[in-house]
């Protein structure tokens, strides 16, 4: 009887057991699945105000002002070096001597050729005088021939004269000659009558016959006249015409040796004209600053032979420093004259110096790293200077720089970094937490975007805090969400 009393309190007490456990599982598994949700742990950030940029970065190379490297301007060799790496020189400071003993022998010739002319010209200066006494003298000659007519016209004028008076005198013996024949034709018609003696007939033929002698005297006297006249006149002419003779080959020879001399004189100019070239050649030998400046390379040594168009030596104005750089055509459009630029030597932690886009080439040219770019067959880059406001004194000229030129810069706005924005929907939006440690969209209105940040034009303030969603799980409007814990520095042991 005790032994089924006993028998009947265990199983009462193990029902009771189980029926308490298969309770308390009910109760848990009901609050388990009433329990609130654990809040999301996310990064909080603040909005602040600041400066945002919208930049572009490139590469280029360091140049000095006036940076230019110096060729050798003919065949030659390097006599002598005047200056050394680092030097300071002065605009005109001969820099280095170059030596070509073919031009100085081709000079020396030329030298002896002007030489040789001059004395040419003195012996056409002296044919020009010679000539012009001949000259001289035959006009002396002439004209003292001409002032020596006077006696001799004059003497042809009283010939002259004479001739007219004996044409007279000859005229007035034919009508002389003519009465008397004309009284000897009307006696002898009487004679034939019978009215006179023949003896008036005679005496009128004796007449006849002496006046036909006057009027022969009288022509013949013309006739001398004349001949003495002309033979007068062909002495003068004919001494005229031989003085002139005299002349002409005088004057022609003048002529001659004047030619002569102008020929030779501009011959003697083109001469003297290709030695002062080729001194000029001799003085470029002298190789010369271009500029005011320092020297920072030397390529050549006392006694090297040089090519027409060998690099000599790079000089450049250390009081300017420049950057060339390539923009790729997408960037080059846009990129403006005067933007800001930040130069910094590519590596950890460079110091930046500040310039400015001075030059941007409106041509695109082939882009020099276009042998590295296999897949991008004809690229082209567009050439662009960068001036620092103030020399560096510390970029070295020839070395690569990093070069970041702001395009656009918006000073005291409000800015956010890019990450803390979600642009997953139609409008871009920002998670932030409310009053109930729950998350909530934001829209915001983006305006300027950098690299790292973003200009917010509306939806956000200064002060506000926003939530950077995890990648898991994903963050949805009302989920709560706290600030994860910062990591506190680990104690020294």
Do not use: C, H
Not at 157 to 165: D, P, S, T, V
Not at 199 to 217: F, P, T
């Amino acid at each position: 009887m005790t032994k089924r009393f006993k028998t009947g309190v265990k199983w009462l007490i193990w029902s009771a057991i189980i029926t308490l456990t298969g309770a308390g599982g009910i109760f848990a598994y009901g609050w388990y699945q009433n329990r609130p949700p654990e809040p999301i742990s996310v990064r909080i950030m603040q909005v602040k105000t600041g400066t945002i940029e919208d930049t572009i970065n490139e590469s280029g190379t360091v140049e000095l002002g006036d940076q230019q490297t110096l060729k050798s301007p003919s065949e030659s060799a390097v006599d002598k070096i005047l200056v050394a790496p680092g030097d300071r020189i002065e605009l005109g400071q001969p820099l280095i001597i170059l030596r070509n003993f073919q031009r100085e022998t081709i000079l020396a010739k030329q030298k002896l050729e002007i030489q040789k002319q001059k004395l040419t010209i003195e012996t056409n200066v002296q044919k020009i005088a010679e000539a012009s006494e001949k000259l001289k003298i035959a006009q002396q000659n002439l004209n003292e021939f001409i002032s020596k007519q006077n006696p001799q016209l004059l003497e042809i004028e009283k010939l002259e004269i004479n001739l007219a008076n004996n044409r007279k005198k000859s005229v007035e013996e034919a009508e002389k000659l003519a009465a008397e024949e004309r009284k000897l034709t009307e006696l002898q018609a009487l004679l034939q009558r019978g009215f006179i003696a023949g003896n008036e007939v005679r005496s009128q033929e004796d007449s006849v016959r002496n006046a036909r002698s006057i009027l022969r005297e009288a022509q013949f006297t013309v006739s001398t006249n004349i001949v003495e006249i002309q033979s007068l006149q062909l002495q003068r002419q004919q001494k005229k015409q031989e003085l002139e003779e005299q002349l002409a080959p005088a004057a022609s020879e003048l002529r001659q040796a004047e030619l002569e001399l102008s020929r030779n004189e501009r011959e003697l100019q083109r001469l003297e004209v290709e030695y002062k070239e080729k001194q000029q050649e001799i003085k470029n030998d002298i190789v010369a600053a271009p500029i005011t400046g320092k020297i920072l390379d030397i390529s050549v040594k006392n006694g090297d032979g040089v090519k027409l168009g060998d690099n000599l030596l790079t000089a450049g104005n250390p009081e300017e420093e420049l950057v060339k750089l390539q923009l790729s055509t997408l960037n080059a459009g846009r990129v403006k004259p005067n933007q800001l630029a930040r130069i910094s030597v590519i590596g950890p932690n460079p110091k930046q110096f500040l310039g400015r886009v001075e030059k941007l080439s409106l041509q695109a040219v082939p882009s020099e790293n276009q042998g590295n770019n296999r897949g991008q067959s004809g690229s082209a880059a567009v050439p662009a200077t960068v001036k620092l406001n103030n020399p560096s004194s510390t970029l070295i000229p020839g070395s690569q720089v990093n070069i970041e030129i702001v395009l656009k810069q918006r000073e005291n706005v409000v800015v956010l970094d890019t990450e803390a924005v979600v642009r997953s929907e139609s409008k871009p939006f920002v998670w932030v937490r409310d009053s109930q440690g729950k998350a909530q969209k934001r829209l915001v209105t983006i305006g300027l975007e950098g690299l790292t940040q973003v200009e917010i034009i509306s939806g956000l303030r200064s002060g506000d805090k926003v939530v950077i969603a995890p990648p898991e799980p994903p963050l949805k409007p009302g989920m709560p969400v706290e600030e994860e814990a910062k990591d506190k520095p680990k104690e020294e042991s």
